[in-house]
Protein backbone atom coordinates (compact mmCIF):
# COMPACT_ATOMS: atom_id res chain seq x y z
CA UNK A 1 0.00 0.00 0.00
CA UNK A 2 1.31 3.42 -0.71
CA UNK A 3 1.95 6.06 1.44
CA UNK A 4 0.79 9.01 0.54
CA UNK A 5 1.34 12.83 1.82
CA UNK A 6 -2.29 14.37 1.10
CA UNK A 7 -5.40 13.05 -0.40
CA UNK A 8 -6.41 16.43 -2.47
CA UNK A 9 -9.44 16.53 -4.63
CA UNK A 10 -9.31 18.79 -7.69
CA UNK A 11 -13.01 19.89 -9.02
CA UNK A 12 -14.18 20.89 -12.20
CA UNK A 13 -16.99 21.07 -14.95
CA UNK A 14 -15.63 18.75 -17.34
CA UNK A 15 -12.82 17.33 -18.70
CA UNK A 16 -13.05 19.44 -22.26
CA UNK A 17 -12.62 23.03 -22.17
CA UNK A 18 -10.65 25.90 -21.90
CA UNK A 19 -7.81 27.18 -19.59
CA UNK A 20 -9.09 26.57 -15.95
CA UNK A 21 -9.76 22.69 -17.18
CA UNK A 22 -6.11 22.66 -18.51
CA UNK A 23 -4.62 24.57 -15.02
CA UNK A 24 -6.21 22.07 -12.83
CA UNK A 25 -5.27 18.71 -14.73
CA UNK A 26 -1.44 20.54 -15.02
CA UNK A 27 -2.05 20.78 -10.64
CA UNK A 28 -3.47 17.39 -10.17
CA UNK A 29 -0.18 15.53 -12.39
CA UNK A 30 2.11 18.19 -10.26
CA UNK A 31 0.45 17.15 -6.98
CA UNK A 32 0.57 13.63 -7.83
CA UNK A 33 4.71 13.31 -9.05
CA UNK A 34 5.14 15.19 -5.77
CA UNK A 35 3.26 12.31 -3.79
CA UNK A 36 0.21 12.90 -2.94
CA UNK A 37 -2.93 11.22 -4.26
CA UNK A 38 -4.73 13.33 -6.30
CA UNK A 39 -8.52 12.89 -7.46
CA UNK A 40 -9.87 14.60 -10.27
CA UNK A 41 -13.70 15.05 -9.39
CA UNK A 42 -15.61 15.88 -12.92
CA UNK A 43 -19.35 16.90 -12.55
CA UNK A 44 -19.71 15.61 -15.89
CA UNK A 45 -17.19 13.18 -17.97
CA UNK A 46 -19.04 12.81 -21.35
CA UNK A 47 -16.78 14.88 -23.29
CA UNK A 48 -13.09 13.39 -23.82
CA UNK A 49 -10.04 15.10 -22.45
CA UNK A 50 -8.34 17.92 -23.45
CA UNK A 51 -4.79 16.41 -22.70
CA UNK A 52 -4.42 12.76 -21.14
CA UNK A 53 -4.83 12.18 -17.48
CA UNK A 54 -1.60 10.98 -15.68
CA UNK A 55 -2.52 7.13 -14.65
CA UNK A 56 -1.33 8.75 -11.00
CA UNK A 57 -4.35 10.78 -10.89
CA UNK A 58 -7.87 9.47 -10.15
CA UNK A 59 -10.61 10.40 -12.06
CA UNK A 60 -13.88 10.60 -10.12
CA UNK A 61 -17.14 11.09 -12.14
CA UNK A 62 -20.35 12.62 -10.47
CA UNK A 63 -22.53 12.53 -13.82
CA UNK A 64 -25.50 13.01 -12.17
CA UNK A 65 -28.42 11.61 -14.17
CA UNK A 66 -29.60 15.80 -14.80
CA UNK A 67 -26.34 16.29 -17.39
CA UNK A 68 -27.89 13.22 -19.82
CA UNK A 69 -31.26 15.51 -20.23
CA UNK A 70 -30.19 17.62 -23.55
CA UNK A 71 -32.42 20.31 -22.64
CA UNK A 72 -30.28 21.29 -18.91
CA UNK A 73 -27.16 23.43 -19.32
CA UNK A 74 -24.26 23.30 -17.43
CA UNK A 75 -26.02 25.24 -14.43
CA UNK A 76 -28.11 22.45 -13.75
CA UNK A 77 -25.41 19.95 -14.14
CA UNK A 78 -23.34 21.72 -11.31
CA UNK A 79 -26.56 21.86 -8.82
CA UNK A 80 -27.55 18.37 -9.60
CA UNK A 81 -23.70 17.05 -8.73
CA UNK A 82 -24.39 19.13 -5.16
CA UNK A 83 -25.69 15.61 -3.34
CA UNK A 84 -23.36 13.73 -5.19
CA UNK A 85 -19.95 15.87 -4.51
CA UNK A 86 -21.33 15.53 -0.37
CA UNK A 87 -20.84 11.72 -0.73
CA UNK A 88 -17.49 12.18 -2.53
CA UNK A 89 -16.60 14.53 0.15
CA UNK A 90 -17.69 12.05 2.94
CA UNK A 91 -16.59 8.79 1.50
CA UNK A 92 -12.87 9.92 0.96
CA UNK A 93 -13.07 12.60 3.19
CA UNK A 94 -9.78 14.32 0.94
CA UNK A 95 -7.47 16.63 2.75
CA UNK A 96 -8.51 19.45 0.83
CA UNK A 97 -10.39 20.35 -2.35
CA UNK A 98 -9.82 22.88 -4.97
CA UNK A 99 -12.33 24.21 -7.11
CA UNK A 100 -12.57 26.92 -10.33
CA UNK A 101 -14.68 28.32 -12.69
CA UNK A 102 -17.87 30.26 -10.99
CA UNK A 103 -20.81 27.29 -11.26
CA UNK A 104 -18.17 24.80 -9.04
CA UNK A 105 -16.85 27.83 -6.97
CA UNK A 106 -20.63 27.90 -5.52
CA UNK A 107 -21.77 24.51 -5.34
CA UNK A 108 -18.22 23.43 -3.71
CA UNK A 109 -18.64 25.16 -0.23
CA UNK A 110 -22.80 24.01 -0.35
CA UNK A 111 -21.61 20.19 -1.02
CA UNK A 112 -18.57 20.69 1.58
CA UNK A 113 -21.32 22.09 4.32
CA UNK A 114 -23.83 19.17 3.49
CA UNK A 115 -20.73 16.55 3.71
CA UNK A 116 -20.20 17.63 7.33
CA UNK A 117 -16.54 17.47 6.85
CA UNK A 118 -13.22 19.24 7.77
CA UNK A 119 -11.92 19.12 3.79
CA UNK A 120 -10.39 22.06 3.20
CA UNK A 121 -11.78 24.45 0.68
CA UNK A 122 -9.93 26.57 -1.79
CA UNK A 123 -11.65 28.66 -4.13
CA UNK A 124 -9.49 29.81 -7.27
CA UNK A 125 -10.78 32.45 -9.42
CA UNK A 126 -8.97 33.16 -13.02
CA UNK A 127 -11.30 35.92 -13.95
CA UNK A 128 -12.89 39.32 -13.20
CA UNK A 129 -15.86 39.66 -11.26
CA UNK A 130 -17.00 43.36 -11.76
CA UNK A 131 -18.86 43.05 -14.85
CA UNK A 132 -21.81 45.24 -14.82
CA UNK A 133 -24.64 43.03 -13.86
CA UNK A 134 -26.57 43.90 -16.37
CA UNK A 135 -29.58 41.11 -16.32
CA UNK A 136 -31.00 39.13 -13.67
CA UNK A 137 -28.62 35.81 -14.19
CA UNK A 138 -25.76 38.33 -13.34
CA UNK A 139 -26.99 39.68 -10.22
CA UNK A 140 -28.08 36.14 -8.89
CA UNK A 141 -24.53 35.32 -9.34
CA UNK A 142 -22.91 38.36 -7.67
CA UNK A 143 -25.62 37.18 -4.48
CA UNK A 144 -24.32 33.82 -5.09
CA UNK A 145 -20.41 34.75 -4.80
CA UNK A 146 -21.02 36.83 -1.85
CA UNK A 147 -22.90 34.42 0.03
CA UNK A 148 -20.65 30.93 -0.49
CA UNK A 149 -16.90 32.48 -1.16
CA UNK A 150 -16.58 33.35 2.22
CA UNK A 151 -17.21 29.69 3.16
CA UNK A 152 -13.98 28.76 1.48
CA UNK A 153 -11.22 28.30 3.80
CA UNK A 154 -8.56 30.05 0.99
CA UNK A 155 -9.40 32.24 -2.12
CA UNK A 156 -6.68 32.28 -4.76
CA UNK A 157 -6.18 34.64 -7.54
CA UNK A 158 -3.70 34.90 -10.39
CA UNK A 159 -2.88 38.52 -10.15
CA UNK A 160 -3.18 41.29 -7.46
CA UNK A 161 -5.90 43.37 -9.25
CA UNK A 162 -7.97 40.76 -9.42
CA UNK A 163 -7.36 39.77 -6.01
CA UNK A 164 -8.99 43.36 -5.32
CA UNK A 165 -11.76 43.05 -7.35
CA UNK A 166 -12.97 39.58 -5.78
CA UNK A 167 -12.40 41.66 -2.44
CA UNK A 168 -14.46 44.64 -3.49
CA UNK A 169 -17.10 42.13 -5.12
CA UNK A 170 -17.46 40.11 -2.70
CA UNK A 171 -17.24 42.28 0.42
CA UNK A 172 -14.06 39.77 1.94
CA UNK A 173 -11.10 41.34 3.50
CA UNK A 174 -8.19 41.59 1.29
CA UNK A 175 -6.45 38.83 3.54
CA UNK A 176 -8.85 36.19 2.50
CA UNK A 177 -7.68 36.06 -0.53
CA UNK A 178 -4.17 34.85 -1.87
CA UNK A 179 -2.48 35.87 -5.56
CA UNK A 180 -0.56 32.93 -6.99
CA UNK A 181 0.46 33.70 -10.37
CA UNK A 182 -0.41 30.47 -12.63
CA UNK A 183 1.77 30.19 -15.51
CA UNK A 184 0.37 26.87 -18.02
CA UNK A 185 3.54 25.51 -19.53
CA UNK A 186 2.95 22.63 -22.03
CA UNK A 187 4.95 20.93 -24.48
CA UNK A 188 4.06 23.18 -26.97
CA UNK A 189 5.53 26.12 -25.69
Given at each position: MTAYRRHLALFILGLSGGGAQRRMMTLAHAFAARGHKVDLVVVRSHNPPRQEISPLVRLVALDPWWTRVPWVKKGGWALASIPALARYLRRERPSALLS?????????????????????????IGTHLSRPAVNIQKRFELWQMRLFYPWADAIVTNSQELASDVARVTGLPPDRIAMIYGPVVTPEL
Amino acid sequence: MTAYRRHLALFILGLSGGGAQRRMMTLAHAFAARGHKVDLVVVRSHNPPRQEISPLVRLVALDPWWTRVPWVKKGGWALASIPALARYLRRERPSALLSCCHLINVIAPWARALAHVRTKLVIRIGTHLSRPAVNIQKRFELWQMRLFYPWADAIVTNSQELASDVARVTGLPPDRIAMIYGPVVTPEL
